[in-house]
């Protein structure tokens, strides 16, 4: 092998490691605990997560942040350092979320924000939550520090056809870090790497379509390899999930940052709201993936909402189905976890009824720690916790179960009545039609019954919820159009 030749497959290799989520025990499923408290993550790895099979935890931005006067949830999303203080929790609390989550199986992912720096209210100085002051209008963050110098030309973002606009200029009046800068570049190694040290798993970059890719691509391979005492091999590279809003018709594509690392598939919640709302029918779900326009099922990171859309910003505005939409919401997460496309995120949100609502507080702007009901499946207190209903939760434990065992014998009535199975290991059933769903499907499961994993769980040697009778190669299924839940699921480990 000649030196250009290994320089390319170094290249690559580097690269490549970043798509790894660095999984263990064959996990399957990110969440999203918006807003928590690093505390409260940490009690919720050590007594849900892990001991329901989660994989990891995507947390909200861990860096100071500006204070808005109404502690909105985007204040977030507008830096004023990089020191680790937040409504979250410090710099020592998160570590030991870190280490308490990884030390129970779940993997920590931080959403980091590097593509700007906060305006706040433009024309005075702004105040951060670890203390630090900014003044947006002279681009000067001195707990940084950066100035004006640091940033891209002042001009705000008016065209999406033009890619200059779009990674060169400012969203609304965010102020534009240039990351061709090595000062600036250094700055955000530095910042990830402290991460790193702290034993995160890998990155939700925010806003990576405004960046690029040639940026980030640096950034990416100067970032120093996991934390072995975390747990990860010696050649572990960070994972990055960037953040790419790309529905079509815009100039700047999702699949210009896939060789990066994997991407946001806007586009599937997009599509996964049309179709449980039925805009289109559930039966043309059978192309689910590539072949229906998506991306690679290895580069894209799918849900039904994340935090921006279930709002109405960002991508896919009506179409989006949330925790307020009750049955069809459930169906559709379940279907994003029962089907092998892509790498799979669900979200655990708080109630809100203003799209710039922040989390559950007390009069002094605390966040609060989540209630939970008396049986564990649900909170109270303005969260809504969908990670711990039951049959999300079951469902991460299909997922884990069935692994990467394809999608076979898919099965409908040309409507929205749809059944498929997961190689030998999963089968699962939607109803989402006006009328009943009665009649017998081809599987690849073992004959015997098995517990619906939806309705309820195997519990020793019973069922809580529905059974299924696996007879043959054929599984009978009946679905009422008013069923609770329009869907049914069995796996392998739900035999009895």
Known sequence: MNIRVFLLFLAFFLVDCQFDPHYVDKR??????????????????????????????????????????????????????????????????????????????????????????????????????????????????????????????????????????????????????????????????????????????????????????????????HVKKLNKEAGFKAADKAFIAQEVIDLGGEAV??????????????????????????????????????????????????????????????????????????????????????HSYGIPRIMSSFEFDDSSQGPPHDDSNNILSPQFSADGTSCANGWVCQHRWPALRNMVKFRNAVGNAPVVAWQDNGSNQIAFSRGNKGFVAFNNDVVDLNQKFRTRLAAGTYCDVVSGEKIDNSCTGKTLLVRGSEVAVILRADDEYGVVAIHSSSKL
């Open 253 to 338: 594509t999702s699949r210009e940052y896939t060789s990066l690392g994997i991407v946001t598939e806007f586009k599937a919640s997009d599509d996964l709201g049309k179709a449980f709302r039925g805009q289109i029918p559930l039966a043309e779900l059978d192309k689910w993936g590539p072949s229906f326009g998506l991306l690679p099922s290895n580069r894209a990171l799918v849900f039904v909402e994340n935090h921006d859309n279930e709002r109405g910003h960002g991508a896919g505005g009506a179409n989006i189905l949330t925790y307020k939409n009750g049955k069809i919401y459930r169906m559709a997460v379940i279907f994003n976890l029962a």
């Open 28 to 221: 399957n499923v990110i969440v999203h605990l918006f807003e928590w408290k690093w505390n409260d993550i940490a009690t919720e790895c050590e007594n849900f997560l892990g001991p329901n099979g989660f994989a990891g935890v995507q947390v909200s931005p861990v860096n100071e942040n500006w204070v808005s006067d109404n502690r909105a949830w985007y204040e977030r999303y507008q830096p004023m350092s990089y020191m680790l203080t937040t409504r979250s929790g410090d710099e020592a609390e998160f570590a030991n979320m870190v280490k308490v989550c990884n030390k129970n199986g779940v993997r920590i992912y931080v959403d980091v924000v590097f593509n700007h720096m906060a305006s706040g209210s433009l024309g005075s100085n702004i105040v951060g939550t670890a203390g630090s002051s900014a003044d947006p209008d002279s681009f000067y963050y001195p707990a940084v520090p950066y100035s004006k110098g640091d940033f891209h030309p002042d001009c705000t973002i008016t065209d999406y056809q033009d890619v200059y606009q779009v990674r060169n200029c400012q969203l609304s009046s965010l102020r534009d870090l240039n990351q061709t800068i090595p000062y600036v570049r250094q700055k955000i190694i530095d910042f990830l790497d402290h991460l790193i040290d702290l034993g995160v798993a890998g990155f939700r970059v925010d806003a990576a379509k405004h960046m690029d890719p040639k940026d980030l691509r640096y950034i990416y391979n």
